[in-house]
């Protein structure tokens, strides 16, 4: 986990002076980031995406939804927690093209390739083609 968390508190200690600078001092551009590197960053973060998957179920009774978007889920932390707490949500994760085999790596690893989609997309730049009951987006800004 430490290496994920260094790496970005140490970007954020600059956000100050990229305001400043009204530029980018520290960039994390995620659709550049070579498989090892993204593989380790996304999937450092599960710990904090499963607590979050927890505190949003206790506070909105998640089980309510019937299809959920995680949009930049990386790894699928949160959707893979969100199965564990209310097993009927038809989860999908949505990615960066080049994150996707990572995500679907790691769902695999949790036998759940039949049960969490996956999607390639890039919310900044158009909508999802599919509709969804919910959309989470955790980090991604
Ligand atoms: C800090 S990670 C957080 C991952 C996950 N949401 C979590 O909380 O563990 C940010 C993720 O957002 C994804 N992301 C950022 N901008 C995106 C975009 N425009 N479209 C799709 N994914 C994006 C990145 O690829 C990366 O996996």
Known sequence: MHSAYSDLWSATMHTADSIRQESPIVEHNFSKMIHVELRSFVTELDA???????????????????????????SGGLAIAFWKLCPKIRLTVGEFGNVVPIT???????DLAETIETLEIDPASSQPTSTFDAIVLRSVL
């Open 48 to 74: 904090g995406a499963s607590a979050s998957a927890r505190r949003l179920h206790k506070e909105f009774d998640m089980s309510w939804f019937q299809t959920l978007l995680d949009a930049g889920g990386g």
């Open 104 to 110: 679907k790596e790691c769902i695999e690893s949790e």
